[in-house]
């Protein structure tokens, strides 16, 4: 990739830093070589214009992104760039670290500090590297940084061995001091991979990493493309960590998007396959079809990472509908979606009857609620006589009597029924779900709160957009209401309440908005204390509080 014109000012600040990580490395082979403390100071004395040389590239960073759109290459050039300084800086602060640890004693002595010596100038050589491709090959000198990387670690791994062996002749102070300055040292080395990252970053996107290289690598080849004619642009990031992103070819700016490509946990992965393979043989139109997986073991290790390379589904998610404020298309998606589901629930309804235990999802799920919110958990309160429980002593309350409101039937469930996981296409008029891996025969009421608290915590507080969002929830109520009245289903609305206490009880930990989190929260309160007061009998007639819960 030639270097941009545009940002010559921000890679002279890298080349200024590069020459300073170099200057910093040199000190720490020449501390490993004599062991002067009085190196110390010269190598603290630097760090003022590493400060000044991050803060240059901090200004000129913002300078470049000012009104400049996200999610283009000009961007992830810029941010990959910027990534890569503070990288660099990093860099400086492990060589300080590697010479004060080795102060600790004196006299410094290091078994093996020859070897120490060594292995400092080869971390200042791969250094070089960056020097080199920093402005043309970025991608391809972060992958050979990288392969440099683990061998480096290998070395390391052999003086750490060589550094213990030596340890009955020094004292302790000495092997305290050498122990923590190969520590530096193997810190230097990880550091590399973040640099390595860097680089790549600023070529593919901010998707691109070391690990996931080799599964974009993949995907390309399964769309008959070569990986340096493509665009990689971050789509969503999962509150699980999973990274999505469009692949798009470089040529068409990004307009047209060739595949969708989502990376995660193996199982997560392996769990949304089998999701979407088992919504597709109910319709083949309901969810987008896997083009390619790849699966891959990190290091021999259980923690393996897999991506699914998925097809591109056009149009807008029903949340985008809702904040934009587009009521027709908000109103045509839901009528859509209600056929839709109507149709596929009716068409995998079993008789086994199941319970979705609301309660025990909801004690499993609080403690993140209540670290972001603790001030909403209060003990048993009395006020003139009148005893207010504690939230945990409703929600044991509502359990016991949960256990008597089972479904009378399962059905197909998404299983993670939000707003942003249903995209509607107005020109085929048709709906497809997305996030697939929690997919299961269960209680359909399940989805169905979800979905009506995923629109209440849309942040738009007021105006007509919210009294737009409250009627589309209000219109998925009674959707669920017509259905369990055909099905004879008749513990639908406390099931609902049981649900929907569950989903604004345990949304509040994704919301630091403390208005909209107070209402949820005393909405969730509220439906509870309903809860918990009913007899058998006032279970089977009990209405849901729609008014309360859905005005503003």
């Known amino acids: 990739m030639p270097s941009n014109p545009v940002l010559l000012t921000l890679q002279e ?35 003022g214009y590493v400060q000044a040389l991050r803060e240059k590239a901090d200004i000129e960073t913002a300078r470049l992104l000012e009104r400049r759109k996200v999610n283009t290459t000009f961007h992830a050039q810029v941010s990959g760039m910027h990534s890569l300084v503070i990288a660099l800086e990093m860099l400086t602060k492990h ?22 010596c060594k292995l400092a100038k080869r971390i200042r050589r791969a250094l070089r590297l960056v020097k080199v491709g920093v402005a043309d090959n970025r991608r391809r000198t972060g992958i050979k940084l990288g392969r440099r990387t683990h061998k480096l670690l290998a070395s390391y791994n052999e003086l750490q061995a060589q550094t213990l062996q030596a340890k009955l002749t020094l004292s302790d102070e000495q092997l305290q001091a050498a122990i923590l300055s190969n520590v530096g040292l193997k810190r230097l080395i990880e550091q590399l ?12 996107g901010q998707v691109a990493t070391l690990q996931n290289y080799p599964h974009l690598l993949d995907s390309a080849s399964n769309l008959n493309y070569n990986l340096k004619d493509l665009k990689v642009r971050r789509l969503a990031l999962t509150r699980s960590g999973s990274a ?19 990376e995660g946990d193996r199982i997560k992965i392996d769990e949304e396959v089998a999701g ?24 021999g290790e259980e923690n393996e990472q897999s991506s699914l390379l998925i097809e591109h589904i056009p149009g807008k998610t029903l949340e985008k509908l ?64 009148y005893v207010s429980a504690s939230f945990d002593e409703l929600v044991e309350r509502v359990a016991i009597q949960e256990t008597q409101w089972r479904a009378p039937f399962s059905v197909l469930t998404h299983g993670d029924f939000n707003v942003d996981n249903l995209i509607y296409d107005d020109v085929e008029q048709r709906i497809y779900f997305i996030d697939l891996h929690r997919a299961s025969y269960f209680d359909y009421v399940q ?20 009294k737009q969002m409250m009627d589309s929830a209000k219109a998925v109520y009674h959707f669920g209401r017509r259905f369990a ?12 309440a049981a649900g929907l206490a569950r989903s604004f009880a345990t949304s509040t930990r994704f919301i630091f908005d403390k208005k909209l989190a107070s209402r949820m929260h005393l909405r969730a309160r509220y439906l509870l204390e309903r809860l918990a007061k009913l007899t058998p009998e006032q279970a089977q007639t009990f209405t849901l509080p729609l008014r309360e819960l859905y005005v503003e």
């Open 193 to 204: 991979s973040v640099v390595a990252e860097a680089l790549i970053k600023a070529d593919l």
């Open 95 to 116: 060589c300080f670290d590697c010479v004060r640890e080795g102060t600790l004693s004196a006299p410094y002595e290091h078994p093996a500090g020859q070897d120490c």
């Open 13 to 47: 600040h890298v080349y200024f830093l590069l020459n300073e990580v170099e200057t910093h490395c040199h000190i720490v082979e020449l501390f490993f070589t004599s062991g002067a403390t009085g190196l110390l100071p010269n190598i603290r004395g630097r760090r």
């Open 244 to 262: 999505i992103a469009a692949i798009s070819h470089k040529s068409e700016s990004g307009k047209n998007v060739l595949a969708v490509y989502k």
């Open 447 to 466: 989805d169905l709160s979800v979905l009506m608290v995923s629109i209440y915590r849309l942040q738009v507080l007021s105006g007509v957009t919210r």
């Open 485 to 496: 009245n055909r099905q004879q289903d008749e513990t639908f609305e406390v099931r609902l």
């Open 276 to 299: 979407v393979n088992h919504w597709r043989t109910i319709d083949p139109r309901l969810a987008p079809s896997v083009l390619s997986q790849t699966g891959r073991l990190n290091n």
């Open 322 to 385: 809702l904040l934009d404020g587009d009521k027709d298309g908000a109103q045509a998606a839901l009528n859509i979606l209600f056929k839709t589901l109507n149709k596929t629930w009716k068409t995998t309804l079993t008789p086994e009857s199941c319970s979705a235990k609301f309660m025990l999802q909801l004690q499993k799920r609080i403690g993140d609620s209540r670290r972001v919110h603790p001030e909403f958990f209060k003990d048993e309160e009395r006020i003139c006589g």
